[in-house]
Structures are given as C-alpha cells and as structure tokens.
C-alpha cells in the first residue's frame, strides 16, 4: 500500500512541479558552470547503492563529502545555491527516485555511499530494510543538526512507528519546517 500511495503522490507532484522545475533548471543553468543535476551515489533499501538527482547547489569543483564535513560549504555554493538549499527545492528530482522505486516520500534520508558510520548504525538498527526518503522522521526532528547517533536512533523510532497515518504526520510537519526554513544549516 505504502509504495502505490508513493507512487500516486510522487506523481501528482511532479505534473505540478514541473514547470517549477523548468525554471528552475534554467536558472541554475544560466548562473553556473556544469550540469543542471547533480547525481550522488546513495545508499537504499538493504544497502543498495542508487543514483540521485538533485538541483545542482554547489559547484562542480566541490569534494565528495557530507556538506557539514567541508570546512566552509559557503565557499561552493552557486549563486542560486542558498536559495535552494533553504527553500529544500534542489530536492524535487527526487521525485523521479520515488517513481522509479529507490526511495518513499517518507523515510531515513539516503545516506551517501561513503558515509559508512551512518549507513553501520543503520544496519545495526535495521533501519536499512525500509526505502530512503524524501523527508523523514530525523529531518523534522533536527535535520542538519543532528549527530549520526541521534539520528540513527530517530531512524529506528520511523521504522518501529511506520504507517500511512504516522506518514502523513510527517509530510505535515515537514511542510511546516521548510516553511519556517527550520534546520538548515548549510
């Protein structure tokens, strides 16, 4: 049920983000060098690694690494960057990983390949049998602020609480979180 609800939803908000998406892609295109996407080897469902797109917000010249790990992220911004950071619409290709099956609107946000002390504890935990997600439980819960052992935890809270109802709770809150641009640090 979770995956056809996905689906649909997925769906829906592509057709209306679309044009959105559009322009979008052409600002990002119009002020920095490099491709419009930006493709990241994640970590899904029981580990498998799968590419993601996203806006491109930083530059091409940026080091493979979480962005809180960069000594000053604001150095590798694009212009238009920030903005999308901020407003979470570099975020919206993913749509596509939720169509195609990699990921859920709701789950662990996908850890990169190379984050192996969170992917270990999400194993530890079981986390890794679920879909990544477009948002979670941790994002509302503090997102880029919190420690990988916190975040884990919340993690495992999602996969113990999972259901349609606690789903749309989390797209609620999220909602609310992007609209207050509430834990974004970078």
């Not at 892609?25 to 419009?36: I, Y």
């Not at 986390?127 to 919340?154: C, F, M, S, Y």
Request: glycine fraction near 6%; include cysteine; aromatic fraction near 8%.
């Amino acid at each position: 049920m979770k995956r056809a609800v996905d689906f649909v939803l997925a769906l829906i908000a592509s057709l209306i983000f679309l044009p959105l998406m559009a322009v979008l892609a052409v600002v990002v295109k119009l002020t920095s060098k490099g491709p419009v996407l930006y493709w990241s080897d994640r970590v899904g469902r029981n580990n498998h690694i799968f590419s993601m797109p996203k806006l491109r917000t930083m530059r091409t010249d940026t080091p493979v690494v979480a962005t809180h790990l960069l000594s000053d992220p604001n150095q590798y911004l694009t212009p238009v960057g920030g903005f999308l950071r901020r407003t979470s619409l570099d975020e919206l290709p993913q749509l596509w990983c939720i169509l195609t099956g990699d990921m859920s609107v709701v789950g662990p946000r996908p850890a990169l390949y190379n984050q192996q002390n969170l992917i270990e504890l999400r194993t530890e935990h079981g986390v890794h049998t679920i879909r990544p997600g477009l948002t979670g439980w941790a994002q509302i819960n503090g997102r880029d602020e919190l420690p990988i052992p916190d975040k884990v935890r919340l993690d495992a809270d999602y996969l113990r609480m999972q259901s349609l109802f606690f789903d749309a709770k989390v797209m609620f809150l999220t909602f609310i979180k992007v609209a207050r641009r509430e834990g974004v640090t970078h």
